[in-house]
């Protein structure tokens, strides 16, 4: 599981971690899963023309340099077949179970069943708005190098497309999950500096300070719900990019608990279906402070024990 990378004591002390100083300084080669080398329970496993295509989707994806356009891809019909319906559907639920910030969001791209959006368009409008832009990746990226990129207001996004057996969910990221639901809460901008913090608070963390990190990350802008009034609306782009998440989420599948930045979070797993607790911010805004303190609490490079003695102080001024 890609929830940090075990601790390497001595070696680590002998050859200190360097930190990027541009996002040309992100490597995005570490793909830790969901590359192109399929494993046996995948849905396209069995499916040569898939895997081929998959290999090819990401060959583009590695060879790309900072800088240049993100490469067109011209998805095949049974692709953008998948788009569509998964579009669709989806948009029937965004109304009611989205929230407000993403529905806000949501027109400026324009998004159609018809065609598959190439990234490199929507990477232009994401600029337009919050100033973030979009590098492509092959899989499931080393978390530090994910979490480092927002610090420079760099999303990474996968290319290709989920199998067509299985368009409800799928457990790797992928086109739709990246576009659908990462894109309209990036374009969202106390949303967008919350995620650039999350990313500067990357740079200055340690190995542990990581693995906590990446969970917040998870809990929120993967998986996050927020309360508006009486209702609990999704904001993570696992649940908003997966119609079988979303319906699990809207018919209260799952327990529902406030998020508290400061506690231990569960263990993060891509093998286990459907989320059985969500972790919901009281508000958008209540949920960003919060966030935000732990971020800079990692900034000003605090210990522990003074993080939690100073987090009421923190909660009252966010850096
Ligand atoms: N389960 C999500 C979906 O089907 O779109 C993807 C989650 C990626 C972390
Ligand atoms: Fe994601």
């Known amino acids: 599981a890609p929830v940090g990378s075990k601790r390497k004591g001595a070696d680590e002390q002998a050859a200190p971690r360097r930190v990027p100083l541009g996002i040309q300084e992100v490597d995005n080669g570490a793909i830790l899963g969901f590359s192109a080398e399929l494993s046996e329970d995948h849905p396209g496993f069995h499916d040569a023309a898939y895997k081929q295509r998959r290999v090819n989707i990401c060959n583009l994806a590695r060879s790309h340099r900072i800088g240049e356009p993100i490469p067109h891809i011209s998805y095949t019909a049974e ?12 948009e029937h639920l965004f109304q009611q179970h989205a929230c407000k910030e993403f529905q806000r969001s949501w027109p ?10 190439q990234l490199e368009d929507l990477s232009q409008v994401l600029q337009g708005t919050t ?13 530090r190098d994910f979490l480092n990129g927002l610090a420079f207001r760099t999303f990474h996004s996968t290319q290709y497309m989920r199998h067509s057996s299985k368009p409800d969910y799928t457990p790797e ?3 739709i999950h990246e576009v659908i639901g990462h894109l309209p809460m990036l374009a969202d901008p106390s949303f967008a500096s919350l995620a650039h913090a999350i990313g500067v608070a990357s740079l200055a963390a340690d190995e542990e300070q990581l693995k906590h990190l990446v969970k917040l990350y998870w ?28 319906q699990h989420m809207a018919a209260g599948g799952a327990e529902v608990a406030p998020l508290d930045v400061w506690q231990p979070l569960p263990k993060i797993s891509y093998k286990d279906g459907y989320q059985k607790r969500y972790f919901a911010l009281e508000s958008f805004e209540a949920g960003a402070v919060e966030l935000q303190a732990y971020c800079a609490s990692l900034q000003a490079g605090l210990t522990d024990e003074v993080r939690r003695c100073g987090a009421r102080q923190l909660r009252a001024s966010p850096g």
């Open 173 to 175: 990221p992928d086109v």
């Open 131 to 143: 100033g973030f832009r979009i590098r492509p990746v092959a899989g499931l990226l080393h978390p």
């Open 108 to 117: 400026l791209f324009d998004l159609r069943p018809d065609a598959v959006p």
């Open 79 to 90: 692709e953008v077949a998948v788009w569509g319906s998964a579009l669709t559907r989806l």
């Open 219 to 246: 809990y929120t802008v993967e998986f996050g719900v927020v309360r508006e009034g009486s209702d609990v609306k999704a904001f993570g782009a696992g649940i908003l990019s997966s119609y079988g998440e979303l």
